[in-house]
C-alpha cells in the first residue's frame, strides 16, 4: 500500500460529460502529479501541483483541469469528453517538488461510452 | 522535445537468468531526470528509479541495476537472477522542463 488513495476506482460516463477524479497524496507529501494511461497514447505526464500551486504542466487537454486544496489533495476534472479519453488515471504524491521518489495510487479507471 | 525509445516490446526469460531492458532517449537539453517505473500485472505503477543527468554512476538496489551512459544516451536496467515476481512492464521515462516523455514499455516475463 503506497499511501496514495484515488477514488472512484472505475467510472462509466458518456460523451460530453464531466468528471472529477480525487486523490489522497501520503501523508506529508507535498506534490501531487497526475498522468494518463491509454491504449493509444502509453503514458502521459498531465500536471504537478505543489502544496497548493501548479507547478508543471505536461500534456493535459484544455478541456481537462485539476487543482490542489489546502488539505494536499488533488481533483482532477475532465469535461466534454470524449471516446478517447477513456483511460487509467494514475495520482501519485512526492515529498518535495522534485520527482526523487513517487508514490502512486492505484488508479481510476474512466470508460466513456 | 524529448524523446524515449523502448525497442525491446517484450522479452521473456527462465528464472534465475540476468535480463537487461534497454532505453534510449533524445534530448537537447543538459538538465534533465531519468527515471524507470514498474507496472506489474496488478497495474499499479512503482517508481524504481530517478537519475539526474549530472550523474553518470550506476546505481544498484539489491537484484536492480542501472547504467547510465550519456556517450550513447542510455539509461538500462538490469535485474540480475530473475524472479517470476519481476515479471511487469518496466517503463523508461525523461524529464525536463515541464516535458515528461515515457518509453512504450517492455512487457518482460520471467518463466519458472
Known amino acids: 500500500d503506497s499511501g496514495v488513495t484515488q477514488t472512484p476506482k472505475h467510472l462509466i460516463t458518456a460523451t460530453g460529460q464531466r468528471v472529477t477524479l480525487r486523490c489522497s497524496p501520503r501523508s506529508g507529501d507535498l506534490s501531487v502529479y497526475w498522468y494518463q494511461q491509454s491504449l493509444d497514447q502509453g503514458l502521459q505526464f498531465l500536471i504537478q501541483y505543489y502544496n497548493g500551486e501548479e507547478r508543471a504542466k505536461g500534456n493535459i487537454l484544455e478541456r481537462f483541469s485539476a487543482q490542489q486544496f489546502p488539505d494536499l489533495h488533488s481533483e482532477l476534472n475532465l469535461s466534454s469528453l470524449e471516446l478517447g479519453d477513456s483511460a487509467l488515471y494514475f495520482c501519485?504524491?512526492?515529498?518535495?517538488?522534485?520527482?526523487?521518489?513517487?508514490?502512486f495510487g492505484p488508479g481510476t479507471r474512466l470508460l466513456v461510452l | 522535445a524529448q524523446k524515449v525509445t523502448q525497442a525491446q516490446t517484450e522479452i521473456s526469460v527462465v528464472e534465475k537468468e540476468d535480463v537487461t531492458l534497454d532505453c534510449v532517449y533524445e534530448t537537447r537539453d543538459t538538465t534533465y531526470y531519468l527515471f524507470w517505473y514498474k507496472q506489474p500485472p496488478s497495474g499499479e505503477l512503482v517508481f524504481l528509479i530517478r537519475r539526474n543527468s549530472f550523474d553518470e554512476q550506476n546505481e544498484i538496489s539489491g537484484r536492480y541495476s542501472w547504467n547510465f551512459q550519456k556517450s550513447t544516451s542510455s539509461f538500462n536496467f538490469t535485474i540480475t537472477a530473475s524472479q517470476v515476481v519481476d515479471s511487469a512492464v518496466y517503463f523508461c521515462?525523461?524529464?525536463?522542463?515541464?516535458?515528461?516523455?515515457f518509453g512504450a514499455g517492455t512487457r518482460l516475463t520471467v518463466k519458472p
Open positions: 501519485a504524491s512526492s515529498p518535495q517538488l522534485g520527482r526523487e521518489t513517487q508514490y
Open positions: 521515462a525523461a524529464y525536463n522542463n515541464n516535458d515528461m516523455r
